[in-house]
């Protein structure tokens, strides 16, 4: 990843990705109404696949993962640079924010600030991380093609730090879809439903917009030109939904999104208390997982019944999306060095006695 200040340009097989991204978003739901359908998850649909749990310490899952993060900066610089994803950030994640990601770094947004007479300025900072839609841990035909590759990624607001994590959105999809269908589930190849956001960034903006107006004046003054009719509208559906303020987690699921942020604590690292925990929480988010999916779709190991209908109306489809364009993580200094042969060289006596204390080195790249 790129160091802190560097502001090399992203790659342009990746740029293009970035692009094709943005296209398979739009094909993916052309009514902007879709996005308000769920108001506990707007701007959410339920992505059907067919999939089966990896083990976390197969190669196969290392091998994503080493690619994963050699190529992570590389997509934030694209994002950013995308006359789309630049007004997406901005709304989302304000100025400096931006300058984050032109550095390949993952952004923080600073909320707001306080000050009192016997205590310094004070900045409150959400942060946010790039998160695969798709999991690693899920083995797929349309993971093969698209694991690493920005038509399955999102940048969503991500707590890292604290112990309250029950506002965190990307706890919140896991705690409430994900860990319920994935626990206990058979070995074998079964229907998961994995949660695809609408939108590059989630939540897609830090406040409300009440009209495209009112848009289209925050984009100018960001510096951004107006988006899309039909970004617009995902925006303001948004908006509607979220009633005009910034999107929070509902209270009713704060207990089982703190519940998944937990399975990551020091004191429930060990595999028996870990597992321990998972299944608790899977109980818990059983009951609520059944509000949302549909029939047919695992909930701690049991199908739910041919008959069944979720209370809550989330949006189903079954993208099946295509990649053109092939992004590879660009070779390691240190990988790049391994394949470079040794060179090596008979020296004369004055060399020798010159360099006694140097040695042969590898030719650089």
């Known amino acids: 990843m790129s160091r802190p200040g560097t502001h090399t340009p992203p790659h342009p097989e990746m740029v293009k990705a970035v692009d094709e991204m943005f296209k398979s978003l739009e094909q993916i739901a052309t009514d902007p109404s879709i996005v308000g359908c769920c108001p506990q998850l707007p701007g959410i649909v339920l992505d ?15 091998k ?3 690619e994963y993060e050699a190529l992570r900066a590389d997509y934030l610089k694209a994002l950013v640079a995308h006359p789309l994803g630049r007004a997406f950030a901005l709304l989302a994640v304000g100025a400096e924010g931006v300058e984050m990601m032109e550095q390949g770094r993952l952004p923080v947004e600073v909320t707001h ?16 991380n790039c998160h695969h839609i798709i999991p690693r841990s899920v083995d797929s035909a349309e ?5 690493n590759h920005p038509i399955n990624f999102v940048v969503a607001q991500t ?12 706890h919140f999809w896991h705690s409430l879809l994900l860990h319920p269908q994935m626990h206990n589930a058979p070995s074998k190849s079964i229907p998961l439903y994995v949660v695809r956001p609408l939108f590059p960034f989630y939540p897609p903006i830090s406040r409300g917009f009440r009209t495209a107006e009112e848009l289209r004046k925050t ?10 009719e039909l970004w617009e509208k995902r925006v303001l559906e948004f908006s509607k939904a979220a009633k005009h303020r910034a999107y929070s987690v509902p209270k009713e699921f704060h207990e ?42 695992y909930v701690n190991g049991v199908p739910l019944p041919p008959d069944h209908r979720p209370a809550a109306t989330l949006p189903i489809i079954e993208s099946n999306l ?3 364009t092939s992004v590879q993580p660009a070779r390691s200094r240190t990988a790049r060095k391994a394949s470079k042969p040794k060179i090596s060289r008979t020296k004369t006596k004055k060399e020798q006695q010159s360099h006694a204390t140097q040695r042969t080195v590898s030719a650089r790249p």
Not at 114 to 126: C, Y
Not at 159 to 170: A, C, L
Not at 219 to 228: C, K, S, V
């Open 48 to 62: 059907k696949i067919e999939a089966s749990s990896l083990d976390r310490d197969s190669d196969a899952y290392k």
């Open 64 to 66: 994503v993962t080493q």
């Open 113 to 128: 600030t306080s000050h009192t007479a016997d205590r310094p300025i004070r900045s409150a900072r959400q942060s946010y």
């Open 143 to 147: 993971k093969a093609q698209s694991i």
């Open 159 to 170: 707590t890292r730090h604290g112990r309250d994590q029950s506002q965190n959105p990307h």
């Open 219 to 228: 984009l100018q003054e960001l510096g951004a030109p107006p988006l899309p």
């Open 256 to 297: 089982i999104t703190q519940m998944f942020g937990d399975l990551y604590k020091t004191s429930n690292r060990e595999p028996e208390a870990n597992q321990e925990v998972r299944s608790v929480l899977a109980e818990k988010a059983s009951k609520f997982a059944k509000e949302f999916l549909p029939a047919g779709a």
């Open 322 to 324: 295509k990649i053109e």
